[in-house]
């Protein structure tokens, strides 16, 4: 059974760093593109960021870009979102989000039904 759980979401002041994790379990995780996305209060979903699978390309949304780090350990089979310099406009419950297709790529475009799982998410505040 494929799951997605998020962790490491919380309150931080703005200007601060949190790490969040995606345990992934049921399937290779390196082997599936993978993202993570965002829905802020009364806003719809938003993708964040992707790393494709095999050689690991990165892609972030303008917004993140050069504050937002997405990786993973293969070994622990978990995908990551280091976050840095934190705004209060990135306060937002955060879910992670499996590519449907082994060895697939996606990037800001791809649609979200074309994510065949996505975790239960973790909530992020930025606020002083």
């Known amino acids: 059974e494929v799951q997605l759980v998020e962790s490491g979401g919380g309150l931080v002041q703005p200007g601060g760093s949190l790490r969040l994790s995606c345990a992934a379990s049921?399937?290779?995780?390196?082997?599936?593109?993978m993202s993570w996305a965002r829905q802020a209060p009364g806003k719809g979903l938003e993708w964040v960021s992707a790393?494709?699978?095999?050689?690991?390309?990165?892609s972030y949304a303008d917004s993140v870009k050069g504050r937002f780090t997405i990786s993973r350990d293969n070994v622990k089979n978990t995908l990551y979102l280091q976050m840095n310099s934190l705004k209060p406009e990135d306060t937002a419950v955060y879910y992670c989000?499996?590519?449907?297709?082994?060895?697939?790529?996606?990037?800001?475009?791809?649609?979200?039904?074309?994510?065949?799982?996505w975790g239960q998410g973790t909530q992020v505040t930025v606020s002083s």
């Open positions: 989000a499996k590519g449907e297709s082994p060895g697939g790529t996606v990037t800001a475009g791809t649609s979200f039904s074309d994510y065949d799982y």
């Open positions: 049921g399937f290779t995780l390196h082997a599936y593109a």
């Open positions: 790393i494709n699978s095999g050689s690991g390309s990165t």
